[in-house]
T-cell receptor, first 114, second 114 residues
Framework: DARVTQTPRHKVTEMGQEVTMRCQPI?????VFWYRQTMMQGLELLAY????????DSGMPKDRFSAEMPDATLATLKIQPSEPRDSAVYFC????????????FGPGTRLTVL | QKEVEQNSGPLSVPEGAIASLNCTYS??????FFWYRQYSGKSPELIMF????GDKEDGRFTAQLNKASQYVSLLIRDSQPSDSATYLC??????????????FGQGTTLQVKP
């Protein structure tokens, strides 16, 4: 059963703490997307990768957010330091370039920054 | 600024009726169109994609695409209370060199009343 996995599913932390979210894309997929979803802003694209190379991270606050793909089976999104306004659900999605642009979403990480 | 527009709703229909969800997009070069369903507290789930003008049917769902008018719609026949969710329209960003990047609308909330 191929699916995107994300850990942790829930995270509560205090302002100023570092938060790391992890994503395992579907095996064989070579594009990975990080989104943030809030009631006010909807689904926002933060960054995306193809073949582990970052293509665009213009949606991320550069001073505190960073995204990496250490290998083809792991993508990470880090926030340091975290702020209450970062509270949201963070989704990872993966796809296959040349595969019709279809993206498959993971279950998300619900982040609460106190 | 490339945009995908949806009426936020809620769209309320009685059980058994046809629900019609609409979406317009600004990028005339877009070629891939998607409908995702998102239940409250869950991640977006792909339910339909369409690439060519016309209709595409899958069970109770029909996607309709009109590239000349730049709109895509989703019809749900015999609506069920379990169809109550937010429906996200997504369109590929043709200017992103086939990276698979999608532009999402804000979503339309559908309520199917028993």
């Amino acid at each position: 059963d191929a699916r995107v996995t994300q850990t942790p599913r829930h995270k509560v932390t205090e302002m100023g703490q570092e938060v790391t979210m992890r994503c395992q894309p579907i095996l064989g997929h070579n594009t990975v997307f990080w989104y943030r979803q809030t009631m006010m802003q909807g689904l926002e694209l933060l960054a995306y990768f193809r073949n582990r190379a970052p293509l665009d991270d213009s949606g991320m606050p550069k001073d505190r957010f960073s995204a990496e793909m250490p290998d083809a089976t792991l993508a990470t999104l880090k926030i340091q330091p975290s702020e209450p306004r970062d509270s949201a659900v963070y989704f990872c999605a993966s796809g296959l370039s040349g595969g019709g642009d279809t993206q498959y979403f993971g279950p998300g990480t619900r982040l609460t920054v106190l | 600024q490339k945009e995908v527009e949806q009426n936020s709703g809620p769209l309320s229909v009685p059980e058994g009726a046809i629900a019609s969800l609409n979406c317009t997009y600004s990028d005339r070069g877009s070629q891939s169109f998607f409908w995702y369903r998102q239940y409250s507290g869950k991640s977006p789930e792909l339910i339909m994609f369409i690439y060519s003008n016309g209709d595409k049917e899958d069970g109770r769902f029909t996607a309709q695409l009109n590239k000349a008018s730049q709109y895509v719609s989703l019809l749900i026949r015999d609506s069920q209370p379990s169809d109550s969710a937010t429906y996200l329209c997504a369109v590929n960003d043709k200017g992103s060199s086939n990276t698979g990047k999608l532009i999402f609308g804000q979503g339309t909330t559908l309520q199917v009343k028993p």
